[in-house]
């Protein structure tokens, strides 16, 4: 319990519920209220941290209004309230205009960083973004969309977040500043999560693309010489070779216990996994699951000790002497034989 109230602005990761930061499982698990898009971020990521008891407010179905209503009243009751923002908190999605607000209504603030969706999709392609003849890469949110000429001009890579529905004077403000019909594209929605989308392209196949994908919401858009899928060598013994089996993938501490909990609310039996090899502890998750329980189960009071009563022997007590207070009463004199005269 804080002195004054406090708002976490977390970085949830770029979905998944398992890419989010130890300190970011924590804030949540400590939280009175949680704010957050389950359009944006993964349910489990919320169920599985967040306190039985916390308060679970959807953002996309309140208003600006109630949501500083809401810091009002944390600031009032001394509550923790924890905004969960996609990716990296800290890189962008409103946090300034949040942030400030918090600091004037007195509340302590802080921003937990988190893995960004660049980065996600980076490591999702394989590819390096920052190459040598792409040295550096340009990141452009919806609110900077306009001035993507400008920074095509540049011949970077380029990270877009576009809404789905202005594809087309995307692609146009992209062939303004210099790119070529042919220069890599790769559509990124979702990334790490269950229904995630990654498609390799072109800038001139790009608006047809999200077209057949019905993308029509903010996506995210690498472009650049830097994305563009490498090329596969197969070798003829790979592709006549029936010999070697195939290696399953190996389940994750995480991936069991989340199908467990859906498996479990769909009232579904669990496919236990045929010849599955035990998994290797994870350490990461270890230190959440402790993590979890000091916060939601405080540690309790040690029993005091009982005290040592010494109990001292009964010594035997000498015999009393009750002294009578009755008068004693007197025998009666012995009579005297009567003597007989002859």
């Known amino acids: 319990m804080t002195t004054t109230g406090r708002v976490s602005f977390v970085g949830a990761g770029p979905g998944a519920a398992d890419l989010i930061t130890l300190r970011g499982a924590r804030r949540i698990a400590e939280a009175d209220v949680v704010i957050w898009a389950p359009s944006a971020v993964d349910a489990e990521c919320v169920r599985e941290h967040a306190r039985a008891d916390a308060d679970l407010v959807d953002f996309s179905r309140v ?37 400030d607000l918090c600091v004037r209504l007195g ?94 392209t072109t800038v001139g196949e790009l608006e047809s693309v999200v077209k057949q994908h019905k993308l029509y919401r903010p996506t995210l858009f690498l472009v650049g010489t830097a994305v563009k899928a490498p090329t596969r060598r197969v070798s003829t013994s790979a592709t006549t070779s029936v010999d070697e089996p195939i290696r399953a993938a190996r389940p994750t501490r995480w991936s069991r216990r989340a199908a467990t909990r859906i498996a479990t609310r769909a009232d579904e039996p669990i496919p236990a996994p045929a010849q599955a090899p035990a998994a290797e502890p994870n350490p990461a998750w270890t230190a959440v699951e402790e993590i979890q329980q000091s916060v939601r189960k405080p540690a309790e009071e040690a029993a005091p000790k009982p005290k040592l009563t010494v109990v001292a022997a009964e010594k035997p007590k000498p015999p009393t002497v009750r002294a009578s207070t009755a008068t004693p009463k007197k025998k009666p004199a012995a009579r005297k034989p009567k003597r007989t005269t002859n």
């Open 107 to 200: 509340l302590e603030v802080e921003v937990v960083p988190g893995v960004s969706v660049v980065a996600a999709a980076a490591a999702r392609i394989g590819r390096e973004l920052t190459l040598t003849e792409a040295s550096s890469t340009v990141l452009i949110s919806p609110e900077s969309s306009e001035l993507v000429a400008e920074f095509a001009a540049l011949q970077t890579t380029m990270a877009a977040t576009v809404s789905g529905a202005r594809t087309g004077q995307f692609v146009e403000k992209l062939l303004q500043g210099g790119y070529t019909r042919e220069t890599p594209v790769v559509v990124a929605y979702k990334v790490s999560q269950a229904d995630e989308l990654v498609v390799h």
């Open 63 to 99: 208003t600006s209004e109630e949501i500083t209503d809401l810091y009002r009243r944390a600031a009032a009751s001394r509550q923790t309230v924890v905004r969960l923002h996609t990716g990296d908190a800290a890189t962008g999605g409103g946090v300034q205009e949040q942030y």
